[in-house]
T-cell receptor, first 112, second 114 residues
Framework: GNSVTQMEGPVTLSEEAFLTINCTYT??????LFWYVQYPGEGLQLLLKATKADDKGSNKGFEATYRKETTSFHLEKGSVQVSDSAVYFC???????????FGQGTRLTINP | DGGITQSPKYLFRKEGQNVTLSCEQN?????MYWYRQDPGQGLRLIYYSQIVNDFQKGDIAEGYSVSREKKESFPLTVTSAQKNPTAFYLCASSFTGPLGYEQYFGPGTRLTVT
């Protein structure tokens, strides 16, 4: 079945550091890929998405590129801020099932 | 303002009582979902509904029930049969448009059962 694997957390960085959170997937067909962010005590917010191979999703300085050859969708940001501290979830959608499959989440803490 | 509303934000119940969590959306989305999140864990799908008067079990449906009588509403009942009901519950809705499938979440309800 479809699955998503994220890098183990927690991840702790200093402000202005470069961020990468790895995400790989297993899927049949051609899923869409997503990154969601969850701030403490809140629901998930859609951060960015990509719907086909080589698409790049971007939002608020975050980027991720849909790499079909490596089945990956790594999240990157060039210079993180304290306000980026949150839990980040990678997910894929099975076009036929109208559902999302989530990774386990990666907790990110940015220190000033 | 379009969005997904969950109420209340915090809910406390005694063991052995059923409790119903509310979820309302005014986004005109056809599909709605309920997830459970435990501390430090990912999301687990409880139930989902792709159309009014129809719903399907997710991965952890035991001890839960839902109804979908209106497009805007998808209440979740946590029954006394749910062995470990204390958790953060998230409701979501989705649509498929020109840019593909997207799913949006409500703010969540934190249920504590003692």
């Amino acid at each position: 079945g479809n699955s998503v694997t994220q890098m183990e957390g927690p991840v702790t960085l200093s402000e202005e550091a470069f961020l990468t959170i790895n995400c790989t997937y297993t899927a049949t067909g051609y899923p869409s890929l997503f990154w969601y962010v969850q701030y403490p005590g809140e629901g998930l917010q859609l951060l960015l998405k990509a719907t086909k191979a080589d698409d790049k999703g971007s939002n608020k300085g975050f980027e991720a590129t849909y790499r079909k050859e490596t089945t990956s969708f790594h999240l990157e940001k060039g210079s993180v801020q304290v306000s980026d501290s949150a839990v980040y979830f990678c997910a894929l959608s099975d076009p036929g099932a109208q559902k999302l499959v989530f990774g386990q989440g990666t907790r990110l803490t940015i220190n000033p | 303002d379009g969005g997904i509303t969950q109420s209340p934000k915090y809910l406390f119940r005694k063991e052995g009582q059923n409790v119903t969590l509310s979820c309302e959306q005014n986004l005109n989305h056809d599909a709605m979902y309920w997830y459970r999140q435990d501390p430090g864990q990912g999301l687990r799908l409880i139930y989902y509904s792709q159309i009014v008067n129809d719903f399907q079990k997710g991965d952890i449906a035991e001890g839960y029930s839902v109804s979908r009588e209106k497009k805007e509403s998808f209440p979740l009942t946590v029954t006394s049969a749910q062995k470990n009901p204390t958790a953060f519950y998230l409701c979501a809705s989705s649509f498929t448009g020109p840019l593909g499938y997207e799913q949006y979440f409500g703010p969540g309800t934190r249920l504590t059962v003692t």
